[in-house]
């Protein structure tokens, strides 16, 4: 008697086609898992730079003082992570504001800029 294909199982070369179909799919999913891990690292970074820049704005602020026309600097810990961020103070077009620009950086990567927030300041 004969066994029916039914009966005779899977033959060698069924089993590796869908091994390699099961290999492919699970390296597309590992890949995608490593960039979405990559992505919300990044934008914590973002999030925590745009609040070093906020804290410098809300420093002026607060201190209500006229900030002097210039560039200044300085480092800054949020998080786990340090940055430093740069303040660019410019005259406004109207002579009672300045034009407080804030740019935060990773301290070992000047080109980056991770958070940049611009404000106008009126005279106290």
Avoid: C, K
Avoid at 29 to 48: D, K, P, Y
Wanted: proline letters at 5%; hydrophobic letters at 45%.
């Amino acid at each position: 008697m004969n066994p029916s294909r039914a009966e005779r199982g899977f033959t060698l070369l069924e089993i590796l086609i869908a091994l390699s179909i099961l290999a492919i799919g699970l390296s597309a999913a590992i890949r995608s898992g490593l960039t979405s891990t990559e992505t919300v690292g990044e934008l914590r970074a973002r999030q925590w730079a745009g609040w070093v820049a906020e804290n410098q704005i809300a420093l002026l602020r607060a201190s209500r003082q006229w900030p002097a026309v210039g560039e200044s600097n300085g480092e800054a810990n949020m998080g786990d992570s340090r940055f430093r961020w740069q303040m660019q103070v410019a005259p406004a077009p109207h002579r009672q504001f300045r034009r407080v620009e804030v740019r935060v950086v990773r301290p070992e990567q000047d080109d980056a800029v991770l958070a940049r927030l611009v404000t106008y300041l009126a005279a106290p």
